[in-house]
């Protein structure tokens, strides 16, 4: 089991910056690969980015790509998402995600992530 806590949400202008940090409960955060996914009022959760165990290797959806960064460090069981260039269309609640599955490669499948934080909200205003 898991504990996933989101942190880092708020207001900021349109081309701005925010870093979300999500702390794990456990030994075992490192045996996890960490996704991150955002819902707008209004419509579906959607994968925003995802790292593997190590932090080698990510993923990202086209609408944020060159703009926000994944990034982890096991020994403060944290997962990060830098996020820059901030657009009033980024303005969601931002969940973080634990997938055991570590031998399958990083996913954007939603479903294939086993636990979940309470989410943080990203405000973007124009």
């Known amino acids: 089991q898991v504990q996933l806590v989101e942190s880092g949400g708020g207001l900021v202008q349109a081309g701005g910056s925010l870093r979300l940090s999500c702390v794990a409960s456990?030994?075992?955060?490192?045996?996890?690969?960490m996704g991150w996914f955002r819902q707008a009022p209004g419509k579906e959760r959607e994968f925003v980015s995802a790292?593997?165990?190590?932090?080698?290797?990510?993923a990202y959806a086209d609408s944020v790509k060159g703009r926000f960064t994944i990034s982890r460090d096991n020994a403060k069981n944290t997962v990060y998402l830098q996020m820059t260039s901030l657009k009033p269309e980024d303005t969601a609640v931002y969940y973080c995600?634990?997938?055991?599955?570590?031998?399958?490669?990083?996913?954007?499948?939603?479903?294939?992530?086993?636990?979940w934080g309470q989410g943080t909200q990203v405000t973007v205003s124009s």
């Open positions: 995600a634990a997938d055991r599955e570590f031998r399958l490669p990083l996913t954007a499948r939603e479903s294939r992530y086993d636990f």
């Open positions: 456990g030994r075992t955060f490192s045996a996890y690969k």
């Open positions: 790292i593997n165990l190590s932090g080698s290797s990510t």
